[in-house]
C-alpha cells in the first residue's frame, strides 16, 4: 500500500490575491491617467468612476454591534461544545477552521490549501496555510492542527464526527506546514467534515477557553456569558486585509421578539433571528422600517426526537406513529410563515448523496393510530419540551400538539429557558421528548454528530448495528456509485427507524441595518454565514 500522494484536492488559495481596494486604487489611477489627456470631459468622467468606485469599496473602522439570542450563562468559546447560534458566533470571530464554507456550499481555503490522497485514500496530506500567526503571535503550524484533531478524538466533542475514521494515534508532520493524516479505512471524501465551527483550530496545548487565543479575525476582549462579549480586531489576520471594522460586540438577546427594536434603534447592526411575522410583514413591505431582511438559501433542519432507551419511545412503533402525526406543509406555513420546505426524516437535504427517493412521511392519522394500538400506546401521554431560544420551536411544538390528539396522543408542551435547555450539564441531551435546530454540511457530518452509535449529540440515544454498518460502508468506499447505494440504504434506515422527526428545513431570517455592507444571504449558519470579516459599516 503505497502512502505516495496522488492528485491533490486543492480548493483555491486565495492568500496570495491583491485586496479589492488595492485593485480599485490601481484601476482608478490607471483611468484617471488615460482620460486626463482626452481633456476636462474625460476627466469628468474619470471622477464619476471614482465615485463609483469608493462606494463599492469596503470602508474600514467603526464597531460592529450583533444582537443574538441567547444560551444564558452556558455560552462559551469552547469549540468543542458550541450548540447554538451564539456561540457558533463566538467560533467563528475567533478561531478558523481548516476550510471555509463557500457559496452554494462548496468548499474554500481556510487555513488548509491543498488536501492530497495516497492512491487508495488511505493517507491524506493536509498542507496549511503559511504565514498565519495566533492572536500572541505563535506561528501556527503542524502542531497545533494534530493537538486540534486529536482533541476532536473525545467522543464527547462536539467535532468527534470529523475524525471518526482517522487514525488519530498516527498522526504525524512533515515540517511545520504539512500534517500527514492516516486513516482506519479509505475515505474518498474528507473536505466537508472540516467546515463546520465544532472543528475549529485550537492552539497546542490550549485546556482552557476564559481567554481563548485563536487565529480568527478578531481577538476577544472580554466576555460575560448570557450578556456580552467585545473583539477587536486581528492586524495580522492572514485574509487579504480583512476584517474591515476596527471591533466587535455580541450581545445576549434574551427576547428573540426585541431584535428588530434593537435595529430600529441603532442598538445594533445586525440580528439573528427576526421573528417570523415580522419577517413575513418585511418581506410583503421592504420598505417599511429602516432595516433590510436577509434570508438564508440553505436551511437549518427543526426536528423533534424521541429517547429511543425510554419507554414508550423504545417501541419502534411508536416512533414511526409520531412521524405520521404532523401535516407538514401546514406546519411550515403556519409555525414558520412560509420561511422553510418540507423535511422527510432525514438530514442533509440538498446535500451530496440525500436520497430524493424515498417515500415523503406525511400526516397519517389512521395508520399513526394503527400503530400506536399495536404497541399498547392507544393513549399515549407525553411531555414535550421546547424552548424560545430558536426561531420556531416552541410555536412547533404547539402545533404538533394539536395535530396529535388526531392520534388520541396527549401531548403537553413545557417551555424551557434557552440557558437550561442547551445546558450540557442541565438538560442538554437528557430530555426524553425534545426539540433542535441544526445546520449541516454533509451526510457524514449528519449521521456521525447526531446519528450513529458512536456520535455525540445522539440526542435520541437511537442505537443500530445496521445503520452504523452502512455508513461505514458509504464512506469507505472509492467507488461513488457504491457509496450511493450504501447511503441510500442508509438513509433508509434511519427514515424508518429513528428517534428523529426532521419535520421542515427552516430558512433562517437575519435583519440588518441599513449601513451594514457585505452581507450574503448564506447556505448553512444564519446572518449570512456569519462571515463578519467581510462586513463593513458605511
Known sequence: MSDTPET??????QGSSMTRGELLKRATAAELALLAALGPVGVANAARAVLRHQAAAPKRGGTLKIGVIGNGTSET?????????????????????????????????????????????????????????????????????????????????FGHFAVAAVDLKGLKKKGNSIVVMPMKSPRGVIMPLFAFVNTMMVQNGTKRYSKPVGTGPFMLQSFT???????????????????????????????????TDGLQSGQFDAVYPVIFPIAAAKQKNPSNGNWKLVVQKGGFHQTIYMRADQ???????????????PERQKMIDTVLAGFGE?????????????????????????KAKSLLKAAGQSNLKVTLQTTDALPGLTDAATFYAQEA???????????????????????????????????????SHAYHLLGTSTAPVNEGHWTSSTFDAQVQAAESTLSPSKSKVSWTQAQRTFWQDSSYIVWGLRHSTTGISQKLNGVDAGWLYPLGDMKIWNWWLS
Open 342 to 366: 418540507i423535511g422527510n426524516d432525514l438530514f442533509g437535504k440538498h446535500l451530496a448523496g440525500y436520497a430524493t427517493g424515498i417515500p415523503q412521511h406525511d400526516q397519517d392519522i389512521e
Open 311 to 325: 419507554a414508550p419511545f423504545t417501541d419502534a412503533r411508536v416512533r414511526l406513529a409520531m412521524k405520521l402525526i
Open 77 to 157: 468559546f469552547n469549540p468543542a461544545v458550541y450548540n447554538s447560534p451564539i456561540d457558533f458566533l463566538h467560533g467563528i470571530s475567533t478561531f478558523d477552521p481548516l476550510v471555509r464554507l463557500g457559496p452554494n456550499f462548496n468548499f474554500e481555503p481556510g487555513l488548509a490549501v491543498r488536501w492530497v490522497p495516497n492512491k487508495t485514500a488511505t493517507v491524506w496530506e493536509i498542507h496549511l496555510r503559511k504565514g498565519v500567526k495566533w492572536h500572541d503571535g505563535k506561528r501556527f503550524t503542524a502542531d497545533d492542527v494534530i493537538y486540534s484533531l486529536r482533541q476532536m478524538g473525545s467522543t464527547s466533542h
Open 405 to 443: 390528539k388526531k392520534a388520541g396522543v396527549t401531548v403537553s408542551v413545557k417551555t424551557v429557558p434557552g440557558s437550561s435547555y442547551f445546558n450540557p450539564s442541565l438538560l442538554f441531551m437528557k430530555m426524553q421528548f425534545a426539540q433542535d435546530s441544526w445546520p449541516i454540511v454533509s451526510l
Open 225 to 259: 456569558p448570557g450578556q456580552q462579549s467585545t473583539a477587536k480586531a486581528n492586524p495580522d489576520y492572514w485574509d487579504n486585509g480583512r476584517p474591515y471594522v476596527d471591533e466587535l460586540q455580541i450581545t445576549s438577546v434574551t427576547d428573540p421578539t426585541t431584535t
Open 8 to 13: 491533490p484536492h486543492d480548493i483555491p488559495d
